[in-house]
Nanobody, 120 residues
């Protein structure tokens, strides 16, 4: 079992910045992929940014050039620096982790989410 805790959400004006953090704990198996997803009201959950198995980064087109994902492997934490925020970025942001065994994915885990609201 992996427990994911997000923090850093809040209210920000358009053009502002926020930094989200996620801490993973409680797993007896290795965590491979970690990343951030978001879900706006009435919309599907969508990818924002992730690390792959070899620490390659993948960004949604809407996030490229504005958001930066970072990871501390030893501490099992990831951050998401969000700049130039716009109202379209308003959503609940979820931390995601995938555990591995014998080099293969075995389970998916999600945090409780942190709300980001971009509004004047």
């Amino acid at each position: 079992q992996v427990h994911l805790v997000e923090s850093g959400g809040g209210l920000v004006e358009p053009g502002g910045s926020l930094r989200l953090s996620c801490a993973a704990s409680g797993s007896n198996t290795a965590i491979g992929r970690m990343g951030w997803y978001r879900q706006a009201s009435g919309m599907q959950r969508e990818l924002v940014a992730t690390f792959g198995r070899r620490e390659n980064t993948v960004y949604a087109d809407s996030a490229k050039g504005r958001f930066t994902i970072s990871r501390d492997v030893a501490k099992n934490t990831i951050d998401l620096q969000m700049n130039s925020l716009q109202p379209a970025d308003t959503a609940i942001y979820y931390c995601y982790a995938q555990t591995m065994n014998w080099g293969e994915p075995v389970a998916d885990y999600w945090g409780q989410g942190t709300l980001v609201t971009v509004s004047s």
